[in-house]
């Protein structure tokens, strides 16, 4: 089906540039998963030139890498990626949490709090999609009102990456109920205009994340390996019972 890429005055590969992107975040290209130029470009009524271009802009990020012979492949993040990437975001996003304490208006926390009451009520829904969205927008909108642009370069280019996981920590049980316990901290600390205890609530909040996802991790290797030893002894009892047919035969 066709789905012409708008270009609303920016150039075309920057326009694919961003479509790419989105896919990627939102899992319509999956971590591993080759791009289909061919397809794409039919898809948007493109030529694949832009489209190699944009590609190029991904790669440089580090969202997609370059397969000699076969094209573009979305990276795969792996556990020791998240435990070397969510402590270095927890250091950066405490501190756009603290600078954005000291500068923000009243107007501005409200606005943090509006933010925050959009997270209460995914929630109490057990709403994943929408509660990791609200999340990242609240985040997105705290590293912007600490109004640093070193930090909001650094910040913004390592968080590409930690949204290849889509909030996956959230889908361990009771992990959205913990989360927004975190939340509730840090937006008391941003309304009591605490910046230090919002800086420790936010790295907090981000290390907890880590935590999380490395019990997630863990529980679906555990899963894994039993459903492993299920298969080989299921293996095993038709061998054995094919066995015993040949020789009763």
Not at 3 to 25: E, K, N
Not at 64 to 82: H, S, Y
Not at 143 to 149: E, H, V
């Amino acid at each position: 089906m066709a789905d012409p890429i708008p270009l609303h005055g920016t150039s075309m590969h920057d326009g694919v540039a961003t479509r790419l992107r989105a896919m990627v975040f939102d899992r319509e290209l999956e971590a591993g998963d080759y791009i289909d130029e061919k397809a794409l470009a039919v898809r948007w009524q493109i030529s694949r030139t832009p489209l190699r271009e944009a590609l190029k802009v991904l790669a440089a990020e580090g969202l997609v890498e370059l397969v000699p012979r076969r094209g573009c492949r979305v990276i795969e993040m792996t556990d020791q990626d998240a435990e070397a990437l969510l402590p270095v975001m927890a250091l950066l996003e405490g501190r756009c949490a603290y600078e954005a304490v000291c500068r923000a208006s009243d107007d501005d926390i409200a606005e943090l709090k509006r933010m925050h009451n959009q997270l209460e009520r995914h929630a109490a829904a057990h709403h994943i999609d929408g509660y990791y969205n609200a999340n990242h927008a609240f985040h997105s909108r705290v590293q912007a009102l600490a109004d640093n642009r070193w930090l909001d370069r650094v910040t913004g280019d390592l968080r590409k990456f930690v949204r290849l996981w889509r909030g996956r920590q959230l889908a361990l049980p009771g992990r959205i109920d913990a989360s927004i316990n975190e939340h509730r901290v840090l937006i008391d600390a941003i309304e009591q205009r605490d910046a230090v205890r919002a800086e420790r609530a936010m790295h907090d909040h981000l290390m907890a994340q880590l935590a999380a996802l490395k019990t997630l991790q863990a529980l679906e290797s555990r899963k894994g390996a039993r459903s492993a030893a299920r298969a080989a002894s299921l293996a095993r009892a038709r061998g054995a019972s094919a066995a015993g047919g040949r020789r009763a035969g």
